[in-house]
């Protein structure tokens, strides 16, 4: 498939956590939009460099970035990488996240503190270091979890707080860098079919019913379908939307 009907052509955008999952399938849509794409990786080159390739040969533009978040320094470290390949930012997508299934008791103080440093300390300061370059008319999408509204799952404790102090984030930001006519909103996924889910939920056919049970329109999201809605949020067609959260679990919290 080519580049679509070009809305963000001329615009540059970066994606962090782009190389896999929800991060690639939403990297691969801007790039089929017409954006040039910044594809940010943690640790894993070679898949952020299979992701630019998929986009380039979709007709698409891109490039590879990496810096390891949750680390002194890592926006910082990351804008200096990025200015290497471009000049300016229209589309920042926070999307690059951790989080582990454990019992609140067993939770460390290292472990509470890396959850928040990636989740929730790295989207703030790449959105404080990146309004600079951030063009007027600009998006700044963050990508939350429909867990910070849903029924409590008690194992997910921290992850869930993490991305409940993203949302606020996220409105608070609006009204920051409203003036400039600059949307900041939060996508919410609910259970994707990636790679972080296959362990549990991939071949096991009860956990896969009992999942796609959750959502009101019967299934189980992907990473084409979260794309989708941060596409539109990119787009012209999302200029009034700002300091919004937005459903995007297949209606599991309904």
């Not at 990496?66 to 997508?93: N, S, T």
């Amino acid at each position: 498939m080519g580049v679509l009907d070009g809305r963000l052509a001329g615009k540059t955008a970066l994606v962090t956590g782009g190389s896999r999952g929800i991060g690639r399938g939403i990297a691969e849509r801007l790039g089929r939009e017409g954006a040039r794409v910044g594809v940010h990786y943690g640790t894993n080159e070679a898949a952020a460099k299979d992701t630019v390739a998929a986009i380039e040969a979709a007709g698409g533009s891109a490039f590879a970035v990496g810096q390891e978040l949750g680390v002194p320094g890592d926006a910082a470290e990351l804008w200096r990488a990025f200015d290497a390949h471009a000049d300016g930012l229209d589309i920042l997508v926070n999307n690059a996240g951790i989080g582990t299934s454990q019992p609140f008791a067993t939770i460390g103080d290292e472990e509470y503190d890396r959850i928040f440093a990636v989740n929730t300390k790295a989207p703030f300061f790449l959105a404080q270091l990146g309004a600079e370059r951030l063009r007027d008319g600009g998006r700044i999408i963050n990508v939350s979890t429909g867990l910070s509204r849903a029924a409590a799952m008690p194992d997910l404790i921290a992850y869930a707080m993490s991305k409940g102090a993203l949302d606020v984030f996220t409105r608070y930001l609006s009204k920051v860098l409203g003036p400039r006519g600059i949307t900041v909103n939060a996508v919410a996924p609910g259970i994707v079919d990636t790679d972080i889910n296959a362990a549990w939920l991939r071949g096991n056919e009860e956990a896969w019913a009992g999942a796609a049970a959750m959502a009101a329109l019967g299934g189980v999201g992907t990473p084409p379908e979260i794309a989708d809605v941060v596409a539109f949020l990119a787009s012209e067609d999302a200029r009034w939307v700002t300091g919004d959260w937005i459903d995007a679990t297949g209606g599991s919290l309904t």
